[in-house]
Every structure is written in structure tokens, then in C-alpha cells.
């Protein structure tokens, strides 16, 4: 190990740390800005265009299309206007369920416009944020066919019927829903604008805990021996065969995704991890950030969409199909036959 001297820490610094957040920062703020005017252009409406080939072999109407078409932009309006449809009659609760599974996909796609590739690419490398992007695709994706698949066994063709004039006012559920893109600056000038506006606060958010996270972790694995640190994690190491580090990276992973991949990423650079074994951690701590987030977030958003009954079944059906897949997206990562 090397020995822990100012000078050393100085050097360190100003040699490793601040070139590499001064790379992440530009990527970050250029990929939010690009990010938010793609969004405000409208190119997330071209995306969810694809809806209403998963809604009817799901046996669902096909103004729920509009509802996930809506989540692509805003989670919360799309399972605002499901509720509306089941509490209008049009969807019972089995095809509601289905509805929400279905949505998984579409709500994903948002993330990637708007976090994945203008902030967690950039902090993890093209390598690993690729491999660690197309993995959750892999279980949006499944998720939203294992919904389809559910719908066409267990809903009938009744269930396909339109949903009330009541609860749509044009068929296009643009009349009392809240429409994509309606608050987008009118003009090309304004747009771009906007865009410029969130790159920046988005960067300016991250970049402080961006020095620290890296600067704390570059110290930690230069000078101090990290099996010793992470000797409680030898367990888990031998069950999955992952290393004994992966135990403090889901650690920070249940807490926040961006300061999961803060920690990881140098220890990728300085070969702790390798591509597959830093994404299957990724993936992992995904499950117990989830299960955090579940008391922190879902329960109070689901409880105050749906109401504590059916709000708990959401969370069940979410919980479970979650975990599933993202237990088999672990095991391909790690053992399928990739090109990494």
C-alpha cells in the first residue's frame, strides 16, 4: 500500500480524481441538455406510438395505450389516468394489474432519456453502462411481456372494450389527462433554453457529491487494503462469486443509484470489478434499493394512487415480478456467454 502522506493524497487528487469528474461533469451536463430536448421534441411519443401492439394481445382497451403512452413522460400521470379507468368501471382490478405490468417497459424508457444515458453512462463507461443499461432493459422488457402474456391468459375480449366517453373525451385521453410535452417552451429558441437550464442544475446537483464519492474511494483503494475492508462480504463472494467488495457498493446502492455507480466506477478503472461482476452488483443492489425504496416511496405513491388495498397488490405484483427477472438478469450477466 502506499503510504498515505498529504503530498500523496494532494497528487492523487489533483492527478486522478479531478480529471476524471472534470470528463464525467462535461458528459453529464452535455447529455442532460440533449436528453431534455429530445424529450421536449417530442421523440418519447414516437417510442410509446408502439403501445397499442402490446395492449390488444394483453386484452386490454386500447385507450390504455394512452396511459402508457403518458408514463413515458411522467410516471405519475400515466397510473393517474389507469386509476381513473378502473375507478370509471373500464378496467376491473385483474386487467388494472395487467395494465401496470404492461407499463413497465414504457416507464423505463423514460429513465433512459432523462438518467441512464445523460447521467449513469457517463459515471460508469461506455463498457459497463452499456452492459448494466441493456440488463435493465432486459427486465422492463420481460416484465411488460410476462404482463402481456398474463392478459391474454387471464382476460377475456370483454375486457378489450372501450373505456366510457366519460373517461376519455375524444378517444385520445388528450381531453382531461395530462398531455405529454404541454408545458414545452413554444419555440425552438425556448426549447433549447430549457434544455441548457436543466443540463446545468442537473450537473450542478451531482458534481459536488461526484468530487467527493470519487475522491473518497480513490484515497480508500490506494491506501488501505480493501479484502481486509470488506472481509464480511466473503460470504456473498462465494455464493454468487462476486468480489467481497460488492457488499459495500449494494450497501450504497440501496440508498441512491448515482452514488452506487460513483463508488463502483474506480473500482472498475482499478480492476476490483470487472464488466460483468460490477453489473451484477449494479443488479443486486438494485433489488435491495428497491425493497428501500419500496417503504421510502412506492407505499406512499401507490397507497396515494390507489388506495391502501389495492395499492398493496401493485406493490406485490411490482415487488415479485421485479425480483424475478432481475435474479435471472444476474445469472445470464455473470454466466451467459457475452462479448465483455
Known amino acids: 500500500m502506499a503510504d498515505p502522506t498529504l503530498a500523496g493524497v494532494f497528487d492523487l487528487l489533483v492527478g486522478t480524481v479531478l480529471p476524471r469528474v472534470a470528463r464525467i461533469t462535461v458528459l453529464i451536463a452535455v447529455g442532460v441538455s440533449l436528453a431534455d430536448l429530445l424529450v421536449q421534441f417530442g421523440l418519447v411519443r414516437y417510442v410509446a406510438g408502439l403501445s397499442k401492439y402490446l395492449t390488444r394481445p394483453a386484452n386490454l382497451p386500447d385507450e390504455v395505450g394512452t396511459a402508457i403512452l403518458t408514463t413515458t413522460a411522467s410516471t405519475t400521470a400515466g397510473y393517474g389516468m389507469l386509476a381513473e379507468f378502473r375507478e370509471s368501471g373500464a378496467l376491473s382490478d385483474r386487467a388494472t394489474l395487467v395494465a401496470v405490468t404492461v407499463n413497465t417497459f414504457f416507464g423505463f424508457v423514460q429513465h433512459i432519456f432523462t438518467f441512464y444515458a445523460p447521467v449513469l453512462i457517463p459515471i460508469l463507461g461506455l463498457q459497463v453502462g452499456l452492459l448494466y ?38 378517444g385520445s385521453g388528450a381531453g382531461d389527462h395530462p398531455v405529454p410535452g404541454a408545458d414545452t417552451p413554444p419555440t425552438t429558441r425556448g426549447k433549447l433554453e430549457a434544455a441548457a437550464r436543466t443540463g446545468f442544475s442537473k450537473t450542478r446537483d451531482i458534481v459536488p457529491r461526484l468530487l467527493v464519492v470519487y475522491a473518497l474511494v480513490s484515497v480508500l483503494t490506494t491506501y488501505y487494503d480493501l479484502t481486509a475492508i470488506t472481509a464480511a462480504g466473503d460470504p456473498l463472494a462465494d455464493l454468487t ?31 476490483v470489478f470487472t464488466a460483468r461482476t460490477a453489473v451484477a452488483t449494479m443488479l443486486l443492489g438494485g433489488i435491495v434499493s428497491f425493497a428501500v425504496s419500496t417503504f421510502k416511496r412506492s407505499i406512499p405513491f401507490q397507497y396515494g394512487i390507489w388506495g391502501a388495498e389495492f395499492g398493496s397488490k401493485v406493490i406485490l405484483v411490482n415487488t415479485a415480478a421485479k425480483v424475478l427477472w432481475i435474479a435471472l438478469a444476474v445469472a445470464i450477466v455473470l454466466h451467459a456467454p457475452l462479448p465483455v
Open 241 to 271: 462469486g462476486l468480489p467481497s467488495a460488492a457488499v459495500p457498493v449494494i450497501a450504497v446502492f440501496a440508498l441512491d443509484t448515482t452514488n452506487g455507480a460513483l463508488v463502483i466506477a474506480p473500482l472498475v478503472e482499478d480492476g
Open 133 to 170: 443499461v441493456g440488463s435493465r432493459a432486459f427486465v422492463a422488457l420481460a416484465i411488460t411481456l410476462t404482463g402481456i402474456a398474463a392478459g391474454a391468459l387471464l382476460l377475456s375480449r370483454a375486457d378489450r372494450e372501450s373505456v366510457s366517453g366519460e373517461a376519455v373525451t375524444d
